[in-house]
Nanobody, 131 residues
Framework: EVQLVESGGGAVQAGGSLRLSCSAS????????MAWFRQVPGKEREGVAR????????YYTDSVKGRFTISKDNTKNTWYLLMNDLKPEDSATYYC????????????????????????WGQGIQVTVDS
């Protein structure tokens, strides 16, 4: 069974940066979709960023566009979430996930947004942004 392990979380001041890593225990070259989600207590888990391997396209939720970047390194079986200009509202537990499902819409394929469609998850890592 594949295991995902997140690292790179912690506490930073507003305006700072962190890079989260998600290391897989097996080759990710054929993984269709890699994603990052986040959750705060009492709220639903939110999709933050997704990477579709088929064409390298990415998706970001509106609140992080221009600040966060998702990327991957097949040689290390790892994908990343670079988070710049962090804000207190970015504080959450961040989870990496991967899955095979994609959806065709408006002339292109992309990763499904629903967290229930991702079949492998990391354990979660805390990010705290102090104001």
């Amino acid at each position: 069974e594949v295991q995902l392990v997140e690292s790179g979380g912690g506490a930073v001041q507003a305006g700072g940066s962190l890079r989260l890593s998600c290391s897989a225990s097996e080759n990710i070259a054929r993984t269709a979709c890699m994603a990052w989600f986040r959750q705060v207590p009492g709220k639903e888990r939110e999709g933050v960023a997704r990477f579709y391997v088929g064409d390298g396209s990415t998706y970001y939720t509106d609140s992080v566009k221009g600040r966060f970047t998702i990327s991957k390194d097949n040689t290390k079986n790892t994908w990343y979430l670079l988070m710049n200009d962090l804000k207190p509202e970015d504080s959450a537990t961040y989870y990496c996930a991967k899955g095979p499902w994609r959806v065709y819409s408006r002339g292109s394929w992309s990763c499904v947004p629903e967290d229930g469609q991702y079949n492998t998850w990391g354990q979660g890592i805390q990010v705290t942004v102090d104001s």
